[in-house]
Structure formats: C-alpha cells, structure tokens
C-alpha cells in the first residue's frame, strides 16, 4: 500500500488540538526530556515504557518516546506528595504550515521545547502521524503496541534495499514473522524472486501455490559449479590444510578436464578452476590415471590414489547423488537450475523453497556457500535488472562468529552478499535466534532489525549495538516481548516502534511448533510398523510423513 502526504495532511490539524495533558518538562538536554507528571498516583497509569507523547509548540508538534518512569524519592506515608517523573527521549516533529510544514513527520527536531512547556499523551491520529511512511511503498505486518488501531507499516524498498533481520529466541514466533513479512512483500509483488534456505523443512507450505519447493532428491548441484576451494572443502574436509600436494594434482586435472568438455587448447588460460563449465569425472579419473603412470616415486602415485579413492567414496555414497548424479553423461545444466532456484520466469510461483533437511550436515554450509555465489553472481551479471531476495533460516548454523574450519567459504559468500549485494539488487535476510553465534558482518550491514524476545544478556548486547539511540529505550522491553511482539528499528520504519504482528491462518503457519509430548505419549507410536515406517524414510535421508 501506498500512503501519500494528502492522507496524513488530513489529520495534521488534530496534531495542533490538546489531548491528555501528563505533565511538564523540567529539564531538557539535547535529545532527552524529564516529564514532571501531574496529577495523583493513578492519574497516568497508560503511560508506559515506550509510549509516545507530544508537544505542541508555537512552530511544531514535537513528539518523543517515554524511555523511563520513575520516582526518585519514594515516600511510603506520603505518596500524594513524592515526585514521579518520565524520560522522553525526542523523536522528531510536525513543522506547522505557517513555518513550511506539509503535515508529515520527520526524524529530528529543530525546534526543541523548553522549561514548563505542557506534555500530552499522543492519540491514535498522532500516531498515524509518527508511523507512517508517505510517499513509500509500504506493507502491514501487524500494529503499533501502544495503539492497536494503527497499522504497523514497512517500506518495502528501505527493507529489501538494504537488508533486514528477524532475530527472536526460539517459541517467539519467529518463523511466523518471516512468513508472515514475506507474505505481505509477494502480495504487493507477484513478479518477486525470492530463494529462502529452509535447514527444518518448516516452510514448504506456509507459502502455498505460490512457493516452488525444492528438495534435494529433486535438485542437482552438479559437482562442476562448485568454485574449488568449496570442492577441496568436500573431498578433503578438515584434512584439506594437510593435502597441498593432492589439492594442487586436482586442481591441475580439473583446469583439464575444463577445457576438454569445451574443446579448447590446453594452453588456452580463458578458463580456470573456478569458471562454471562442467567437466566430466569420467576424464578426471583418466588424467589422474594418466600422470600417474608417468611416476616412479610410490609416495608421489599415493597422492594420486587417496584423490581417486575419496572421489570415488562420494560418487558411491547416496546422500551426495545431489552432486555426484548417477551416470556418465555431463549436461551443462546451468541456464535451468537458475531458472529454477532464482524463479525466472515467475510462472505464478515467486518464492523457492529450498528443504535443506536432506542435505549431509557435514557439507551444509558448502552447499550454502554455492548458492549464495551462484546468487551474488547472477545479479552481478544481470545488473540491477534481476532483484533477488536470499533468506537464510538459521543463518548462524553456517555463518558463525567463531572461526571454524568449514565454514570460511559460506561466510566469504554471505559476507560478501552483506557488503557488495545492495550494489547490484541482491538483499539478505538473516534469520536466527542466536544473534551473538552470527558472523558479526552479517547482522551489521541489517538496515532493518526486527527483533523478537530476547532472554539471553549476550544476545541483547548484540541486538543494542543494532539500534540507534532513541531505539535503545525500548531495548529494556526485549526480555518481556509477548509471544508475535518485535522492537522494530532502522531504515525501513520512520522510528524505532515496538509492535505486535499479524496472526497467520493456521494452515499458512510455518511448521515450527515444538512436539506435543503428552499428546504422542497418550498414542501408541511403538509398534514394528512404526519403526520400519520410519526406516525407510531414514533411508531415504527424507521425513517421515
């Protein structure tokens, strides 16, 4: 939806009238107010921590956030007579029309209040005011906490120009956000191109008809798209810093086998080991059978043997068919697979999930690392022409803050998504429930944060370095989020605001629930059919249904 600066000058006007008066300022510095409340205990008993209050000045409606309220010097006899007092952090303002105003609200205040002026509590069309984007392209995920009657809105382009985070602990709808955010973008955007990395399989149906679902038995990542640090990363594993000298044999019978497939001269350096052309392994096994037979040096031919050997224990092994296909023939498979990852064209299906549950855990995070090159590098070549969304569910499994060997390539692939992928029209979104376990780069280069209830001090920590500084007072609420709640701050909200989303049919509803174990244990789940049932899915490395 679209809000224009018409609608909000509509209700300018209401911003000049006086509301509920709750006191008056009786200490100003810079971007923060003290509220000496009126009245008898009581008397201001909606106001709470991250509320919005306004006041009406000669030139502007000023308007700020309560950050804290307080008694410094309680008196338990007296209580009528002790002082209660709120901190207002400024938030912006609504210049009068005489004074250049068009009605809207803007970040910042040129015009600051003084001693004694009045504070009032601000009503539901100040705050239409303060929390709407005129002139955006906007989506509703929900609505504002201290006003249920104002909607919750996102520009979409500050959102995906510039990546967003969904950071929640787990039971805090979460999942449920990410839909539901996602939802609202594809409605607004049909023509959409959306890849979201799924590691549970949660997601398959929460989108509908209007999901492509991928799985691993139905999707080939041919091993000849893997850049060679990520195929070292495979065959070698943690064993790779000590094989320099079969790393440097393979790297020499791919550049080969490269140039065979294509027909071009051996001495021909227009391809290397990392330009995306297939190659057959049919040939790799026949250069390696041939140096080998150029060798007298037995410590030299053991080289090449461990490379033949683990090649050949993952082209046998079922769980990487999805790399090493069954089969001699090499397709160039490319211009299909992005069309299908990436959604072009449509075809009424805008976002693809991709159901990472099958994939071995121990090459997740390569698998990662190719999809999120082979997405970078398509908006490189495309040139802002091919927008792309890449949303990564636990992204913290296979982008830690910690260095792990293993993980270095997915975290250059995400990093550089992070730092260069605005240029060329591909955003990220990060989702995870362990903010203080991500890559710190990731979470930095987030313009806008959505962040669910947090218990962890650690990982509040993290999420206060994200908020600016009006932001931070409602940091405090983090712990105390109900269930659907999110402190929202950043480029794609006109202020930091806490709100509550949307509820999701239950059909729509990612499947993120935790098991009902007093429901199954009421059941009788332990028969030998059931067990063999699930064998058979085991087998299949699939979920049983």
């Excluded at 008993?45 to 000669?58: A, C, I, N, T, Y």
């Excluded at 790399?323 to 299909?336: A, C, H, K, T």
Aim: hydrophobic letters at 40%; proline letters at 6%; glycine letters at 8%.
């Amino acid at each position: 939806m679209r809000i224009t600066e018409s609608a909000t000058r509509n209700v300018v006007a209401k911003a000049g009238l006086l509301s509920k008066r709750i006191g008056r300022v009786v200490s100003t510095s810079g971007a923060n107010i003290i509220v000496l409340l009126d009245g008898k205990p009581g008397d201001s008993s909606e106001l709470q921590l991250g509320g919005l209050v306004k006041m009406v000045l000669r030139r502007s409606t000023v308007y700020g956030l309560i950050g804290e309220l307080r008694i410094p010097a309680p008196l338990p006899n007296e209580m009528e007579q002790q002082l209660r007092l709120a901190d207002v952090h400024l938030m912006g303002e609504v210049l009068k029309e005489e004074f250049g105003g068009n009605g809207t609200f803007n970040r910042g205040v040129a015009f600051l209040p003084t001693l004694d002026d009045a504070v009032h509590v601000a009503d539901e069309e100040d705050a239409g005011i303060v929390y709407a984007l005129p002139g955006h392209e906007t989506i509703n995920v929900g609505t504002i906490h201290q006003n249920p009657h104002v909607a919750a809105q996102i520009s979409v382009n500050e959102m995906l120009g510039k990546h967003f985070a969904v950071l929640g602990t787990t039971g805090t709808g979460k999942s449920c956000a990410v839909t539901l955010i996602l939802k609202q973008v594809l409605d607004s955007h049909p023509n959409a191109h959306v890849l979201m990395l799924d590691p549970h399989g949660e997601y398959s149906k929460a989108f509908g008809a209007r999901a492509h679902r991928l799985e691993v038995g139905r999707l080939a990542l041919p091993y000849w798209m893997f850049s060679f640090e990520e195929l070292v990363e495979i065959v070698f594993g943690p064993e790779a810093p000590s094989r320099t000298i079969e790393i440097q044999y393979l790297r020499n019978a791919i550049v080969q086998a490269k140039r065979a497939f294509r027909k071009i001269d051996i001495q021909n350096h227009s391809i290397t080991v990392d330009t995306p052309v297939p190659y057959s392994m049919g040939e790799i096994d026949r250069l390696l059978d041939t140096e080998m037979g150029k060798l007298e040096n037995q410590s030299e031919i053991n080289a090449y043997l461990r490379i033949k050997l683990r090649l050949n224990a993952l082209r046998n092994d079922r769980r990487f068919h999805f790399m090493f296909p069954p089969g001699l023939e090499v397709v160039d498979s490319l211009s299909d697979l992005l069309r299908t990852i990436f959604r072009v064209p449509v075809a009424g299906k805008p976002i693809a999930v991709l159901d990472l549950a099958g994939i071995p855990s121990d090459v997740l995070n390569v698998v990662v690392s190719v999809l999120a090159r082979m997405a970078f590098d398509l908006s490189f070549c495309a040139d802002n022409r091919l927008p792309i969304l890449l949303v990564c569910e636990e992204a913290h499994r296979y982008a830690p803050a910690e260095e792990i060997p293993g993980f270095e390539a997915a975290k250059r692939s995400l990093g550089r998504i992070a730092k260069e992928g605005r240029k060329y029209g591909l955003s990220l979104c990060i989702v995870t429930q362990r903010p203080s376990e991500l890559d710190p780069t990731m979470l930095s280069q987030c313009s806008t944060v959505f962040a669910l209830r947090m218990i962890s001090r650690k990982d509040q920590a993290i999420i206060e370095a994200t908020l600016s500084e009006f932001g931070a007072d409602l940091l405090a609420a983090l712990p105390v989020l109900g269930t659907a709640e999110a402190i929202v701050t950043g480029e794609g909200v006109p202020v930091p605001m806490r709100i509550r989303f949307s509820r999701l049919p239950p059909h729509e509803q990612p499947r993120s629930s935790s098991a009902q174990f007093s429901q199954q244990w009421r059941g009788n789940q332990g028969s030998e059919d059931f067990i063999a049932h699930v064998i058979s899915y085991w087998r299949q490395h699939k979920r049983a249904e």
